[in-house]
């Protein structure tokens, strides 16, 4: 196996995602704010090549603790998919990108420090944690464009958000706002703009104190129970192994002497 190309070189040319490892910490940054943080179908392939990079170096152990998804500028987070390419160049390749952050093994954390509209909503949904601010507001313009939705987003939006609220973003098109975002889940937490750095910073530092095999263990399993299909087996079993590991004694040692 060739060595996994380092994460903290893959930062690009301007307007493209870039990626940087600071720490034990990967952050991917979309680059195109005069555009509304839009990707186009460039950008598709060098986000891709981010996540193979990070599995790549998961496979070898040297995989980050975290992964933060976050933009340029202050208006919004993400837009989507570039409108005038949605016709001839929206292919599968979009799912497999957004299918591939969703199963990352490590947790993942959105920053929402504006809008986000449109396919932006999913890739914010295939993250673990999505932080926002009071001038959050999103929507979902599918059916505005006669488009249905691939399947993929319907499945991430109804297991997150819950079917009336899917249906009422899918089948209606209307802009909801930061409350309702947190009220549905589409939001983790509403926080200041002016806090949301030290609020990311605080996730990471929690992060940084679990055990990273157990955080996937149960990453892996929580999704299989919210969808409907989990392995109980498989849990009950990574439960036990876990109570007597090494690990978990050596932690709960550490902790009674506190």
Do not use: W
């Not at 179908?41 to 060098?46: G, Q």
């Not at 987003?153 to 899918?170: E, Q, W």
């Not at 149960?218 to 439960?239: T, V, Y």
Request: glycine share 10%; charged share 25%; hydrophobic share 40%.
């Amino acid at each position: 196996m060739k060595p996994p190309t380092p994460l903290n070189t893959l930062v690009l040319d301007t307007g493209l995602p870039s990626a940087e490892q600071i720490g034990g910490f990967l952050f991917i940054t979309l680059n195109r704010p005069d555009q509304h943080n839009r990707l186009d179908p460039s950008d598709i392939d060098v986000i891709q090549a981010v996540l193979d990079g990070i599995n790549e170096s998961v496979a070898v152990g040297l995989g980050p603790r975290a992964v933060v998804l976050q933009a340029r500028g202050s208006r919004t987070f993400c837009s989507g998919f570039t409108i005038d390419a949605i016709g001839d160049q929206l292919d599968d390749r979009f799912e497999r990108m957004l299918d591939s952050l969703e199963s990352l093994p490590m947790p993942t954390v959105a920053v929402i420090q504006g809008g986000v509209y449109g396919g932006g909503t999913d890739l914010a949904l295939c993250c673990d944690v999505r932080l926002g601010v009071a001038e959050s507001r999103m929507f979902m313009p599918a059916a505005r464009f006669a488009i249905h939705y691939y399947p993929g987003g319907l499945r991430r939006y109804v297991s997150n958000l819950g079917l009336a609220a899917s249906k009422k973003l899918f089948l209606t098109g209307l802009e909801i706002e930061a409350p309702e975002m947190l009220r549905i889940g589409f939001l983790t937490e509403v926080v200041e703009a002016i806090d949301l750095d030290g609020r990311v910073q605080a996730y990471l530092e929690a992060i940084g104190g679990t055990e990273g095999d157990v955080v996937a263990s149960m990453k892996r399993h929580l999704r299989g129970f919210a969808e409907g299909c989990p392995d109980i087996e498989a849990a009950a079993s990574a439960a036990r192994k876990s109570v007597k590991s090494e690990e978990s004694r050596r932690r709960i040692k550490a902790l009674r002497k506190t």
